[in-house]
């Protein structure tokens, strides 16, 4: 089994930044890659980014090219999403999750043992 914690949401103004974390525990962590979703209220868990263990290759949805930067650190199995230039439709809750089957990499059903999620609400 594998626990995940994501932290690091807020409220925050537009313009503004945050970085989140996403720290792993539990069975040996040897996943294709790790991701990062969004979902806001009444709408469907979207694809933010990802990046591979091996060879450490990043992937970013076309809303967040530029303003966001996905980043791990293997000794402390913890993937990090550090979000600039925020807007008011980044607000959603923001969840993890390791990427355990072969298919694309913003795919949704490739991913499992989501964690709790964190709240990220940027104010306009």
């Known amino acids: 089994q594998v626990q995940l914690v994501e932290s690091g949401g807020g409220l925050v103004q537009a313009g503004g930044s945050l970085r989140l974390s996403c720290a792993a525990s539990g069975r040996s962590f040897s996943f294709y890659a790790m991701g990062w979703f969004r979902q806001a209220p009444g709408k469907e868990r979207d694809f933010v980014a990802a990046?591979?263990?091996?060879?450490?290759?990043?992937y970013y949805a076309d809303s967040v090219k530029g303003r966001f930067t996905i980043s791990r650190d293997d000794a402390k199995n913890t993937v990090y999403l550090q979000m600039n230039s925020l807007k008011p439709e980044d607000t959603a809750v923001y969840y993890c999750a390791p990427k355990t089957r072969a298919r694309r990499i913003d795919d949704l059903s490739a991913y499992d043992y989501w964690g709790q999620g964190t709240q990220v609400t940027v104010s306009s």
């Open positions: 990046i591979y263990w091996s060879g450490g290759s990043t």
